[in-house]
């Protein structure tokens, strides 16, 4: 029997998330939504998922990141793959399942048609996925790569090369290099200030002791004169 593959949709973002903690969970906007047992979404379409679009803010409007080339431009585009296997509940299905409320299921059905989405090509488990079990793809120019060797290792210039041409590491590369000029810039005043502290205090401590050895100079000079003049004085007397 041939096997049915299945694409769970995600960011560059986010897979590094995957990465740290090594498995895929479940929607945490269902939790949020209070449904009992939320779930973890594939879909059977091979080229795109519309209904895995995103929010997305560059810093000067808000809009909805809604194709994998969108995707691939400001947060990087990638995919899980795996079997459809019976772990797996259609969306009809995941209505009882879930026991979610029958308004919000519709209200998703309602989305993700409005953004092209079909609803019977969706999958859902209600368990974790290692990222062990699961085939990592990402998408560059128009096209699926793997992004798992055939050694098991991964294909890092692959990864890094579509992760650094995204919008948000060139806009956290921007800012990260604007705080390390901003610590270079104070840390120069720092030692500029500092100079000028050290400049005023030495200073000061010159004056201070050149103060000092002019009045012991003046204080030498003093006993001395008056030796002299006592001792004539002495000498006119004695005439």
């Given at each position: 029997?041939?096997?049915?593959?299945i694409y769970?949709?995600?960011?560059?973002?986010?897979?590094?998330?995957?990465?740290?903690?090594?498995?895929?969970?479940?929607?945490?906007?269902?939790?949020?939504?209070?449904?009992?047992?939320?779930?973890?979404?594939?879909?059977?379409?091979?080229?795109?998922?519309?209904?895995?679009?995103?929010?997305?803010?560059?810093?000067?409007?808000?809009?909805?990141?809604?194709?994998?080339?969108?995707?691939?431009?400001?947060?990087?585009?990638?995919?899980?793959?795996?079997?459809?296997?019976?772990?797996f509940v259609?969306?009809?299905?995941?209505?009882?399942?879930?026991?979610?409320?029958?308004?919000?299921?519709?209200?998703?059905?309602?989305?993700?048609?409005?953004?092209?989405?079909?609803?019977?090509?969706?999958?859902?488990?209600?368990?974790?996925?290692?990222?062990?079990?699961?085939?990592?793809?990402?998408?560059?120019?128009?096209?699926?790569?793997?992004?798992?060797?055939?050694?098991?290792?991964?294909?890092?210039?692959?990864?890094?090369?579509?992760?650094?041409?995204?919008?948000?590491?060139?806009?956290?590369?921007?800012?990260?290099?604007?705080?390390?000029?901003?610590?270079?810039?104070?840390?120069?005043?720092?030692?500029?200030?500092?100079?000028?502290?050290?400049?005023?205090?030495?200073?000061?401590?010159?004056?201070?002791?050149?103060?000092?050895v002019i009045?012991?100079?003046?204080?030498?000079?003093?006993?001395?004169?008056?030796?002299?003049?006592?001792?004539?004085?002495?000498?006119?007397?004695?005439?």
């Open positions: 029997m041939e096997k049915t593959l769970h949709y995600t960011s560059l973002s986010h897979l590094i998330e995957i990465f740290k903690v090594g498995k895929v969970f479940t929607s945490q906007t269902e939790k949020m939504l209070k449904v009992k047992k939320p779930g973890l979404w594939f879909s059977t379409n091979s080229k795109w998922e519309y209904s895995a679009f995103k929010r997305f803010n560059d810093g000067n409007k808000e809009f909805d990141l809604n194709t994998p080339e969108e995707f691939e431009k400001y947060i990087g585009c990638a995919r899980l793959v795996t079997n459809l296997n019976s772990l259609t969306f009809a299905k995941y209505k009882h399942k879930s026991k979610v409320n029958p308004l919000l299921w519709e209200k998703m059905a309602e989305i993700g048609k409005s953004k092209g989405a079909d609803p019977t090509e969706w999958y859902a488990t209600f368990s974790p996925i290692s990222i062990n079990n699961l085939d990592i793809e990402v998408y560059e120019n128009g096209e699926w790569y793997t992004l798992k060797k055939e050694d098991g290792e991964f294909d890092t210039e692959l990864f890094n090369r579509n992760l650094e041409k995204t919008f948000v590491f060139k806009k956290g590369k921007e800012m990260e290099e604007k705080m390390i000029s901003e610590v270079t810039k104070n840390k120069e005043n720092i030692q500029e200030k500092t100079e000028e502290v050290i400049q005023e205090k030495t200073e000061e401590v010159i004056q201070e002791k050149t103060e000092e009045q012991e100079k003046t204080e030498e000079l003093k006993p001395k004169s008056k030796g002299i003049f006592s001792r004539v004085s002495s000498l006119f007397k004695s005439k």
